[in-house]
């Protein structure tokens, strides 16, 4: 290590690497290669996880049993596809902290928060507004405005948006919390995302569920930047409902299958309304078709389904969950809280650096992610970072984000990625 610095050497992190009580599961995924074929830095589970080896055997049993069965794999696949969804029904529940009856993997994030919103932004009188945070997500912003415009409301009245004041980079919870009790009644719904997806913030999921329940407002969260990123306990957090997206951090490919959560009070309420389809009514009566022509919902999440699962999207989430129940999820987060710090100590030693970390310090505030705004020409910065082999994203005018993931990252990668950045936008010589 340069004690001047603290920076430290590449066999530091090998060392690191080592002893980390909790190994890197990396020959268990595809890594990506650069044009010599040495392996990328993969930095990027932020935004698409990797490939698990198990993947493709989960795909390829499917095709087979279609070529082979036709319309029989329904009942007869060897895991059919009848009830391919029930697979993931306690592991999805584990994962973010839910029962049974809480999780259901269906359609993809956006429509899933669609059919959210209308069972749980129902503006009744003058309890109206929803509160977003600021910046949230392009799609969630579009999908929220839409609610609002299709029940007749103008969005630039009825959304209140909460975000960093002054020159913070990130929003506070008690800035969160003052404009909730500022809406007080006014307040039909809070949709946040749990884990911001630009600053990799963490917010406090249970103070804002209870915030918002004090001011009788139903309370969900985009989960895309949190599932398999932190541990969650969505049930006794008390959150309404939640959705997410399985190709980031759970790694099952670009457009997988995406996650509901809706808590047991509403779950089993059958009276709540909902975009009704076949998937949602009661498997017994489901098949009586053209002489059944009432929805009987399933008394849990499941009746927010409105179609049959698209199960080739679903194969891969089966490799990817089998490993994080294989490793846990408190395990995993253990891992990828040392390699995020370390990732965060070593830019952080950087002399001269041109950049800086707009990610909270706090364990409880940040996942895998860090953001880095970079300061002059950060899209050519970028680029500049790219071209040495590293794959990141970059989010305009001025935000490199970096995911180390405890799956499949290193130390010595975080260091590497530490050493180039030094290189580029700081005093370390090449
Ligand atoms: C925070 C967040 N919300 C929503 C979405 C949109 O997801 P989808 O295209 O699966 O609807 C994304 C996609 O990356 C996201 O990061």
């Not at 009566?285 to 927010?304: A, G, K, N, Y």
């Not at 199960?311 to 390699?339: C, Q, T, W, Y």
């Amino acid at each position: 290590m340069n004690h001047a610095t603290g920076l430290a050497d590449v066999s530091d992190a090998r060392h690191l690497d080592a002893v980390d009580p909790v190994p890197s599961q990396r020959d268990r995924f595809t890594i990506p290669t650069r044009a010599d074929g040495a392996p990328s830095i993969y930095f990027c589970g932020n935004s698409l996880g990797l490939q698990p080896l198990a993947a493709a055997d989960h795909v390829e049993e499917i095709l087979e049993d279609w070529r082979r069965m036709g319309v029989d794999g329904h009942r007869g696949a060897r895991t059919p596809w009848y009830s391919y969804h029930e697979v993931f029904r306690e592991q999805g529940a584990r994962l973010v902290g839910a029962r049974p009856c809480e999780v259901v993997m269906m359609n993809s994030l956006t429509v899933n928060l669609h059919m959210l919103l209308t069972s749980f932004y129902r503006p009744e009188g003058t309890r109206t507004k929803f509160i977003m945070e600021r910046p949230a997500f392009p799609s969630d912003i579009y999908c929220v405005q839409s609610h609002l415009q299709a029940r007749g409301l103008d969005p630039d009245e009825h959304i209140i948006t909460v975000g960093p004041s002054g020159s913070s980079d990130c929003v506070t919870t008690n800035d969160i919390l003052e404009a909730i009790d500022a809406a007080g009644d006014t307040l039909a719904t809070v949709m946040m995302g749990g884990v911001n997806f630009l600053t990799g913030q963490v917010l406090d999921m249970p103070a804002i569920a209870e915030a918002g329940h004090r001011v009788g407002a139903m309370v969900g969260f985009d989960l895309a930047h949190a599932a398999g990123n932190i541990p969650m306990q969505l049930h006794d957090w008390n959150i309404d409902f939640g959705a997410w997206c399985s190709y980031k951090y759970l790694n099952s490919g670009p457009g997988a299958i995406a996650g509901a959560f809706v808590h047991e009070r509403h779950a089993t309420n059958l009276d709540i309304p909902r975009l009704a389809g076949w998937w949602g009514n009661d498997p017994d009566t489901r098949f009586r078709m053209h002489l059944e022509d009432r929805f009987i919902p399933v008394p849990s999440v499941d009746s927010w389904q409105a179609s049959n699962p698209p199960v080739l999207a679903m194969a891969p989430l089966r490799a990817s969950l089998d490993l994080f129940d294989e490793v846990g999820m408190e395990a995993l987060r253990s891992r990828s809280l040392r390699l995020t710090t370390f990732l965060r100590e070593q830019l952080e030693a950087i002399p001269d650096r041109r950049y800086r970390i707009t990610t909270p310090v706090a364990p409880e505030a940040h996942g895998c992610q860090l953001s880095i705004v970079v300061d002059g020409d950060a899209q050519q910065a970028f680029h500049d970072i790219e071209s040495m082999g590293v794959v990141a994203d970059f989010r305009p005018p001025d935000t490199i984000r970096v995911a180390p993931t405890p799956l499949y990252n290193t130390f010595e990668e975080c260091h590497r990625f530490a050493v180039l950045m030094g290189q580029a936008f700081g005093g370390l010589s090449t």
